[in-house]
C-alpha cells in the first residue's frame, strides 16, 4: 500500500482557499487518491478522489501532479464549517475496499 | 435521505458483557464495513462485508463478530466486552469494495468499564 504524508495541522482564513498538500511517492499507477474529512464528533466524510486526471465537485478540487507523486485538495472559499481532520488516502484493487487512515491534517478556519 | 444509521449513539457497558451495535444503510449499496477509532488514531477496520452472504476480516477482528442480516443491515457484536474495546465505532457501506466511496454513519460511542 502507499503510504501518504501529511501536514500534522494548517490555519486558514475564512473566505480564502485552503490548500491540503499531501505526498504519496510510492502510489502505483493503479492507485487512485481518496480525500475525506472528519469533523468533530462525526463520521468520515467523502470529499473527492481521482486517478491522474484533476477533478473538481461541489466540495473541493483535486490537483495530482504529472507524475503522480502529490496531490493538493483545495477548497475554494473556506469557511469555519470546513475546520475538520482532512485524510488523504491511496487506494488500490489490492485493498479490496480498505481504507487504510493515516493521521491526517487538522485544518483550523480561522474567522 | 438517512444514508448510514448506526444504534446507539452512546453506550456504557461494565467488562464482560455482551452488545450488538446495529447499522443499517438505505442507499442500496452492496458492501458494509466496520471500524473503530481511538483517541488520536485514525480509523481502523474491524470486518467487512463485500456483499450480502460475505464477511470478511479487516485489520483488529479480534474480539468482534460481525453478520450481515440482509442487504441493509451490517451488525457488530461484542461477545464478552474488555476495557481495550473502549472506542468510537463507525460503519460505512459503499456501491461495492472497488474505486468506490465509503459512506459514514455518525458512529457509536462505547465505554467499557
Known amino acids: 500500500d502507499a503510504k501518504t504524508t501529511q501536514p500534522t495541522s494548517m490555519d486558514c482564513a475564512e473566505g480564502r482557499a485552503a490548500n491540503l498538500p499531501c505526498n504519496h511517492s510510492?502510489?502505483?499507477?493503479?492507485?487512485?487518491v481518496y480525500w475525506y474529512r472528519q469533523i468533530h464528533s462525526q463520521g468520515p466524510q467523502y470529499i473527492i478522489h481521482g486517478l491522474k486526471n484533476n477533478e473538481t465537485n461541489e466540495m473541493a478540487s483535486l490537483i495530482i501532479t504529472e507524475d503522480r507523486k502529490s496531490s493538493t485538495l483545495i477548497l475554494p472559499h473556506a469557511t469555519l464549517r470546513d475546520t475538520a481532520v482532512y485524510y488523504c488516502i491511496v487506494w488500490g484493487s489490492s485493498n479490496t475496499g480498505k481504507l487504510i487512515f493515516g493521521q491526517g491534517t487538522t485544518l483550523q478556519v480561522k474567522p | 435521505n438517512a444514508g448510514v444509521t448506526q444504534t446507539p449513539k452512546f453506550q456504557v457497558l461494565k467488562t464482560g458483557q455482551s452488545m450488538t451495535l446495529q447499522c443499517a444503510q438505505d442507499m442500496n449499496h452492496n458492501s458494509m464495513y466496520w471500524y473503530r477509532q481511538d483517541p488520536g488514531m485514525g480509523l481502523r477496520l474491524i470486518y467487512y462485508s463485500a456483499s450480502e452472504g460475505t464477511t470478511d476480516k479487516g485489520e483488529v477482528p479480534n474480539g468482534y463478530n460481525v453478520s450481515r442480516l440482509n442487504k441493509r443491515e451490517f451488525s457488530l457484536r461484542l461477545e464478552s466486552a474488555a476495557p481495550s474495546q473502549t472506542s468510537v465505532y463507525f460503519c460505512?457501506?459503499?456501491?461495492?469494495?472497488?474505486?468506490?466511496?465509503?459512506?459514514f454513519g455518525d458512529g457509536t460511542r462505547l465505554s467499557i468499564l
Open positions: 460505512a457501506s459503499s456501491e461495492d469494495t472497488g474505486y468506490r466511496p465509503q459512506h
Open positions: 510510492t502510489i502505483s499507477g493503479n492507485e487512485y
